[in-house]
Structure formats: structure tokens, C-alpha cells
């Protein structure tokens, strides 16, 4: 347990516990829509559509939210060194969460493994969203900026310590 207090581990457990918390509002807020939809009637074809409409802009601006107010109060007290590493860790993981991805598609299918572990690394949603948003298409390229999303918790440190 001493472990996990080292400034090392904040970054990934802050992000980790933020990822899950906007998996859980994605969730709720899934279950609600389709609700929703059902209710507005079918389409001009006669079938019902379910679209995620704007759950992905939703979430997004959640999960904005929740990484900044985390970064705020949990992150804030460290020195730009510490977070720079424990920030570094998060990268790495990030980018092994995609390479598992990729490489899982690329294989033929989608791991349900690598989609749970995948909840860790939506504390960053927003950023990737944003990137779609913007260049109005998905691709791996558009991807891996928004890994980097951690390094913005510099904003909070300390440039030094205090002696």
C-alpha cells in the first residue's frame, strides 16, 4: 500500500480512476439514450436507428471536466519532475493499450480484454474527440497525439522542490 502513495503512481492511478469513473457516465448515459431513441419512433424506412447522436460530444466534455478538476486537486502539489515521470508511465501504457488494440484488429477480431483495460486510458477522451472533431475522421495517426495528453498535467507543478 505504501506503493501505490509514491508520486510516481499518481498520474496512472488519477488517470485510471477518472478513466473508470467516465466509463461508468458512459454507461448510464447509454442506457438512457437507446431509451430515448426507441421513443422518438422508427425511421422513414420503417426500422428503428440507433445512433449514439451526441453521446461521443457529451463525454467528451465529461471527461474534459474530470480531467482537469482531477489534475487540480490530486496532481497539483507535485513537482514538474514527478510528473513528468508518473505522466511518462501513463504514455507507455496508453500506447500499449493501442498497440494491443491495433494489433488485435489486425488479427481479425477486438479483445474484450484490451476494451476493459481500455477504461484506464479515457481520462483522455477528450482529446482524441477533439482530433476527430476537427480532421472529421478516425485513423490511428489522429490517435497517438492525444497519448501524450498526460504531459498536460505540467500545468499543476511545482517547479522545484521546496527546500
Known amino acids: 500500500m505504501e506503493t501505490l502513495k509514491k508520486p510516481i503512481w499518481r498520474v496512472p492511478l488519477v488517470l485510471g480512476g477518472t478513466g473508470l469513473v467516465c466509463r461508468i457516465i458512459g454507461y448510464i448515459l447509454s442506457f438512457l439514450w437507446v431509451p430515448i431513441q426507441i421513443a422518438q419512433g422508427p425511421g422513414p424506412e420503417g426500422s ?25 486537486r490530486l496532481i497539483r502539489g507535485l513537482t ?59 485513423t490511428v495517426p489522429l490517435t497517438v497525439p492525444s497519448l501524450f495528453v498526460p504531459y498536460l498535467y505540467l500545468v499543476f507543478g511545482r517547479r522545484s522542490v521546496s527546500s
Open 48 to 72: 428503428y436507428v440507433l445512433t449514439t447522436g451526441h453521446l461521443s460530444a457529451i463525454m467528451a466534455v465529461i471527461s474534459f471536466v474530470l480531467f482537469w478538476l482531477a489534475g487540480w
Open 80 to 138: 514538474r519532475r514527478e510528473i513528468f515521470l508518473s505522466a511518462s508511465i501513463m504514455v507507455l501504457v496508453c500506447a500499449a493499450l493501442l498497440a494491443w488494440k491495433q494489433i488485435s484488429q489486425a488479427l481479425g477480431g477486438y479483445s474484450l480484454w484490451a476494451y476493459r483495460f481500455y477504461a484506464l486510458a479515457e481520462g483522455t477522451l477528450w482529446a482524441s474527440q477533439l482530433l476527430y472533431r476537427v480532421f472529421d475522421a478516425v
